[in-house]
């Protein structure tokens, strides 16, 4: 079933805000995805994907591996909004046409609240790393 090339219906987020390409793996706590960086990204800014480009696409990773597992469960995709962020680190911001992978891991759960690490590469080289928090809207019954 994986890779996922049609990503939009596991995200809550819908076009132009859209940050990821493909839901490449999952594997215990852990999702990867990549994404194709476009002149018409709405984050993208002369010819650069922007540090919230960035930290959007860290984002929507774990947003895209909650997605699959709704959906594997037939329930609909829960909204999720970025709580904190910390240790934000960008050591090189991508440019248009660069694809880049993103892993995010999940290292908590507590109630409604995720807390992730991502990292975003472009081919071996690391481009930007944070932690996150991402409060979940509860799911209607």
Not at 56 to 75: D, F, V, W
Not at 88 to 111: C, H, M, R, S, Y
């Amino acid at each position: 079933m994986l890779p996922v090339h049609d990503i939009a219906p596991l995200l809550p987020q819908s076009s132009p805000f859209i940050m990821v390409s493909k839901l490449l793996n999952m594997e215990a706590g852990k999702t990867t995805t990549s994404f194709i960086i476009e002149e018409s990204n709405v984050l993208v800014c002369q010819g650069v994907f922007t540090e919230a480009g960035l930290l959007e696409n860290i984002a929507q990773t774990a947003a895209a591996g909650a997605g699959y597992h709704a959906s594997l469960k037939n329930k609909p995709v829960q909204k999720g909004y970025i709580g904190a962020v910390k240790n934000f680190i960008i050591f090189a911001l991508p440019k248009v046409n660069d694809e880049i992978t993103t892993e995010i891991e999940e290292t908590g759960v507590v109630f409604n609240m995720q807390t992730i690490q991502g990292k975003v590469w472009l081919e071996e080289k690391l481009l930007a790393q944070c932690e996150m928090r991402i409060f979940l809207q509860a799911e209607e019954d």
